[in-house]
């Protein structure tokens, strides 16, 4: 089971959007998907169609009152679950604060999960406290969804300063292993700038023992698109709301290669041109049989 934590300390970038959309992405490639949603402002439960009014179990009740992931998550879609958050989880910070062991509750709970899902993708939040450092201890993944300006380049040391010392003192196991670009316009200088430097800065670190040395940016980029922007407000991954728009084409193409295929497969399947822009939808690949339930309801 691949655990990833989808992280940037700085807002805006595309964490939730990649969250959620990666996630229906490879249900759609067949896979059995759970997303956690540990940013209070709740925008993955929100996304994914469910009401963050408190009324039902959430992240809360896993950190806090050691309520187990099956009792809590909820089936959004095909091969696709959440466990979502909400305003309660804000308390969490302090009512953990005197807690021994608080960084490690959800990798404690995900191992009791383990082999339930091929991925689970853990929407963090623009902070750094015991939240994300739960979804840093419990992930043997990061992916960084990153916007292609300068500014969002320099925040990337604080990034890597915090997976380094998280891998140093709690989870020797933790990886930076893709780096993914949104928001993206091939047009712009700046883009292809920005991209690379920052290949140049990981070509640097590779064969050191940092969490990042084998660190890629992912081929395909997520390009700008109000179909993406618009999606979240019906409750719905792009999949479900306009699958045939470039928002769609660049998840999926995005999910096939986090599922390992070769670069140049992909490439050839769903048209990515040497900027890393889908120009071609690709099909959506047979679903196959279904997968044996896994708590649809709890």
Known sequence: ???IAILNQKGGVGKTTTAVNLAAALAECGQRVCVLDLDPQ???????????????????????????????????????????????????????????????????????????????????GPSLGVLTLN???????????????????????????????????????LKVTGIIVCLYEATTRLAQEVIRDLSAYLEKSRGGTSPWANARIFRTRIRRNIK??????????IFAYAPGCNGAADYLALAHEVLGEDEQVVAARVGIDDRGVVELLPEVPSRGPSPAPVGESA
Request: net charge negative; hydrophobic share 45%; with cysteine.
């Open 135 to 173: 979804a840093l201890a419990a992930a043997n993944e990061v992916f960084i969804p990153l916007q292609p300006h300068f500014l969002a380049l320099h925040g990337m040391g604080k990034l890597f300063e915090t997976t380094a010392l998280v891998a140093k003192r709690i989870n020797p196991a």
């Open 228 to 237: 993406l922007a618009e999606c979240p407000s019906h409750g719905q991954s």
């Open 1 to 3: 089971m691949r655990r």
């Open 42 to 124: 709740a925008h993955a439960t929100t996304h994914l169609g469910v009401e963050p009014n408190g009324q039902r179990p959430s992240m809360y009740d896993v950190l806090v009152h050691n309520r187990q992931l099956a009792e809590v998550r909820l089936k959004v879609g095909e091969r696709l679950w959440l466990v979502g958050s909400d305003i309660n989880l804000a308390a969490a910070e302090v009512e953990l604060a005197g807690v021994v062991g608080r960084e490690v509750i959800l990798r404690d709970l995900l191992l009791q999960d383990e082999g339930t899902f091929d991925f689970v993708l853990m929407d963090c």
